[in-house]
């Protein structure tokens, strides 16, 4: 146990320190490729030169001039004309907006924000304005919202609104960061040396919060085992592999409010926001894998259980679908996270799976039957059957094609999608047997004694021991030259067609010495020939 719990950590640790060497890593040439893979810009439009052409490019310019301390370049992401009615200084608006948003700011992720010049036409507010964030100081919410600009030359740019500036408080105490809490560093650190050391902090508080939460979701594991074991009196299927990711999950909807709360710097938690969505999402997935195989296990052992193990193959390749699926899922989710383009990608997957579609059309047929056997459950392993030209006992129902061992001992194999289109008959399913035979007398009985041996007979039938109260009927079917023919017909509860065909000849026999007490008798087939004699010596010719 102890073994897995450092592995767990050294693997935590190290996904923390991968996750802050690619906050550190992108530059300003990274950037700007990942938003020329996310927008296009119109060829009519002017290019703005600081890259404000839209909502987006104007929050990673803002924040990429505050990391870098810029504030003169930062300035120019703030509303001109709200700069030029205040009589402060540019440097101290920008500082006090770089306060107030370190101490209670949040923005959106890349993703949420509009990428494209004209902004979030959708968001039910001016068509001029976008909203890209909130501002938290003690009882006071404001919001983070962007006013679109078009200059004299027809360049569109986007700029934090007057709106939001305005309703700044007059003033923001300047709260301790992260690593000053930590005692890592002062507040005259050089700003390098202090970025460095709000990485150090910001790894030391999610390795941390991870093993305290961790410690927590254990302990909430072992208490719901108990619990369930103890009122259910049943197995608790959940095994501790899902104790990991869900940790995961936890940290990355936890780390936000935490990261505001202790005083990490905005520049470095929208940095680390695009890393914790990836790991939360990877995280969500890995959990659900990890639900899916507890699920489909389960399910597999309730069909062996039940005597249903042509369900195992279909439950397996569900079972590969799903995770597959999911998988696929969270890598669009990661990349998109990641700020890469997915429009291409997903359409040239949806061609690809298109074309693998027609390409392997008989074999997802195939699998389609197979899932239509199983769930309408014509028949299952064991079973007799008979289907098209074909009847034997069902030897094998898998992903592809279903196995018959036909009367010849002979084995038929039957592709899936055929199989689930033809017409099942399936003689195992019977509940009962129809007993059905035809009894021939001669004409010679008179109509007195018929009608008294059909009047028994009946009577007899409904009243023996191997037959029900299903259908029990004696009758005269047909009435021929040479005889009369009776029909039986009656159904017999039987274990199986071996049981039957013994049931019905025991009954057979004792219908014929039943019969022995009246004067009639059994036709049987026969030909008669007639001879005539011709007296004339001198026959004429022909």
Known sequence: MADKM????SLMIIGVMLSLVMTVMPSHATTAKLLSNTQEKPAEIPVDSFGRETPR?????????????????AANYLDGRYLASTKTPNREVVEHLVIALDAGGKLYQDLQISGVSEGDLSDNLPSDIDKVGELRLMNDNIDILLNRRVSEDGTVFWQVSSQTLAALPEKTIHAQTLSERLKLSQPGTHSQTKHWLELVSLGILV???YLAINLVVWVLYWVSKWLYITIRKKRFRITPSVIMPLSLVFLAMILPEVMVRVGVPLTLRSSFGRIKD???????????????DSVFRRAEANSVKRGRPEQVSILNLLRKVAKAFMVILAIILIFGNLGFDLTTGIAALGVGGLALAFGAQKTIENLIGSVVVVADRPVHVGDYCKFGTYEGTVIDIGIRSTRIRTLNRTVVTVPNGEFSSLQIENFTARDMFYFLHNLFIKRTASLAEIERA????????????????????????????????????????????QDFYAKQTLLILEVLKFL??????????????????????????T
Not at 278 to 292: D, E, N
Not at 454 to 469: E, I
Not at 529 to 540: M, R, V
């Open 207 to 209: 390795i941390g919060l």
């Open 278 to 292: 990836i790991v939360a999402w990877g995280a969500t997935a890995w959990l659900m894998l990890r639900l899916l």
């Open 454 to 497: 059909v009047a028994d007979l009946q009577a007899f039938l409904a009243a023996h021991r191997l037959t029900n109260y299903e259908w029990n009927q004696v009758w005269i079917k047909e009435l021929r030259q040479d005889c009369y023919v009776i029909e039986m017909r009656a159904y017999i509860d039987a274990d199986g067609a």
């Open 57 to 73: 490019g104007t929050v990673q310019g803002l924040l990429r001039a505050i990391a870098s301390e810029d504030y003169e370049l």
């Open 516 to 541: 022995e007490d009246y004067h009639i008798e059994h036709a049987m087939p026969s030909q008669a020939i007639t001879i005539t004699k011709n007296d004339d010596p001198n026959p004429p010719k």
């Open 6 to 9: 450092v592995d767990k950590l």
